[in-house]
């Protein structure tokens, strides 16, 4: 494999573990965050850390992992970005954010007006996904830059790295992906519930599930959260409302029929207002989106316990 020098912005859930893969593949790579105290604790493990996205310039790739497009457009072009004021500009921008179709569009048109390459690269998984090396990602953009940063994605990604063409369409794929996580996740919430009032323990049902052919690496690594009540953030409720629209607004730009899709947003919603009504609400919007199943069980007249049974999840860690 090539050598490139790597540069990497963002140390949320996600871009930690993302960027760790590569050091502990042997890689040089400098990093940047927003809070450097995030950062910090990968200089242990070989990172370079820099006070500014535009420190990272020089590098030949540089990879993304923000929450927003709006973040996105700030780290690259706002004061002290990536690509701001004169001198070096990276070779390749590589974002593995979910963001929309069109900031993507805005941002690799203004990356290209400014020399760089940019590749569309979603991620599917969350961060125990990425430790126990089970990550995915979908490529979007020029063929030939796709297969420069090929070997690093199948580092940061060794379940699957899928390229499906130019432009934008590695965006809608994620899109369409998280609408799917939505629909699942409620679904499996609903089933779970109707077995758990008629007397079946959530654990039982789950086993069942997760062994038969509609079971899936989700639903199992769903079950322990289910089981159990714990609500440790992979990804918040917020978060998927937004994709969910995402998505809805695709089917409506496409004419595409989404019905499950938009009964599935109104769900969550649902969720999200209740879970405003408790003392500690805005705290509990930020836990994880399977806490959904509550609002299921409120709904059904149901108090939810812990069942205290441990269930695998299939994300051990690689070693």
Same mark, same amino acid.
């Given at each position: 494999?090539?050598?490139?020098?790597?540069?990497?912005?963002?140390?949320?859930?996600?871009?930690?573990?993302?960027?760790?893969?590569?050091?502990?593949?042997?890689?040089?790579?400098?990093?940047?965050?927003? /809070?450097? !105290?995030?950062?910090?604790?990968?200089? *242990?493990?070989? %990172?370079?850390?820099?006070?500014?996205?535009?420190? @990272? &310039?020089?590098?030949?790739?540089?990879?993304?992992?923000?929450?927003?497009?709006?973040?996105?457009?700030?780290?690259?072009?706002?004061?002290?970005?990536?690509?701001?004021?004169?001198?070096?500009?990276?070779?390749?921008?590589?974002?593995?954010?979910?963001?929309?179709?069109?900031?993507?569009?805005?941002?690799?048109?203004?990356?290209?007006?400014?020399?760089?390459?940019?590749?569309?690269?979603?991620?599917?998984?969350?961060?125990?996904?990425?430790?126990?090396?089970?990550?995915?990602?979908?490529?979007?953009?020029?063929?030939?830059?796709?297969? /420069?940063? !090929?070997?690093?994605?199948?580092?940061? *990604?060794?379940? %699957?790295?899928?390229?499906?063409?130019?432009?934008? @369409? &590695?965006?809608?794929?994620?899109?369409?992906?998280?609408?799917?996580?939505?629909?699942?996740?409620?679904?499996?919430?609903?089933?779970?519930?109707?077995?758990?009032?008629?007397?079946?323990?959530?654990?039982?049902?789950?086993?069942?599930?997760?062994?038969?052919?509609?079971?899936?690496?989700?639903?199992?690594?769903?079950?322990?959260?289910?089981?159990?009540?714990?609500?440790?953030?992979?990804?918040?409720?917020?978060?998927?409302?937004?994709?969910?629209?995402?998505?809805?607004?695709?089917?409506?730009?496409?004419?595409?029929?989404?019905?499950? /899709?938009? !009964?599935?947003?109104?769900?969550?919603?649902?969720?999200? %207002?209740?879970?405003?009504?408790?003392?500690?609400?805005? &705290?509990?919007?930020?836990?994880?989106?399977?806490?959904?199943?509550?609002?299921?069980?409120?709904?059904?007249?149901?108090?939810?316990?812990?069942?205290?049974?441990?269930?695998?999840?299939?994300?051990?860690?690689?070693?």
């Amino acid at each position: 494999m090539a050598r490139h020098s790597l540069g990497w912005i963002g140390m949320g859930r996600m871009g930690y573990p993302m960027a760790e893969r590569l050091l502990k593949a042997g890689l040089a790579v400098a990093i940047w965050n927003r /809070t450097r !105290a995030k950062a910090e604790p990968l200089a *242990a493990k070989g %990172g370079q850390i820099v006070d500014q996205p535009k420190q @990272l &310039a020089a590098s030949d790739i540089v990879f993304t992992m923000v929450s927003t497009g709006k973040d996105l457009e700030q780290v690259c072009f706002g004061e002290n970005g990536l690509l701001t004021g004169a001198g070096p500009r990276p070779k390749i921008v590589v974002d593995c954010s979910s963001i929309d179709v069109e900031e993507s569009q805005v941002i690799r048109a203004r990356v290209k007006q400014l020399g760089s390459e940019f590749l569309s690269s979603p991620v599917s998984g969350n961060g125990k996904c990425v430790k126990a090396g089970k990550l995915s990602t979908v490529v979007s953009g020029p063929n030939s830059v796709f297969e /420069t940063v !090929a070997p690093y994605l199948k580092i940061i *990604a060794p379940a %699957g790295v899928s390229y499906v063409g130019e432009g934008e @369409l &590695a965006r809608i794929c994620k899109i369409a992906h998280n609408v799917m996580l939505g629909v699942v996740i409620q679904n499996l919430a609903e089933i779970t519930m109707l077995a758990n009032k008629a007397g079946v323990p959530r654990h039982a049902f789950l086993n069942f599930m997760n062994s038969s052919v509609m079971g899936s690496v989700f639903t199992k690594y769903k079950s322990n959260a289910l089981v159990n009540l714990d609500w440790t953030t992979t990804f918040t409720p917020v978060l998927l409302r937004k994709d969910l629209d995402l998505g809805l607004k695709a089917g409506r730009d496409l004419d595409v029929a989404m019905p499950v /899709t938009a !009964a599935t947003r109104e769900a969550l919603q649902g969720h999200i %207002g209740a879970v405003k009504l408790k003392p500690d609400g805005a &705290a509990y919007l930020e836990k994880d989106f399977a806490a959904l199943l509550e609002t299921v069980a409120l709904a059904a007249g149901v108090k939810l316990i812990p069942e205290n049974v441990p269930m695998p999840t299939g994300l051990e860690t690689e070693g």
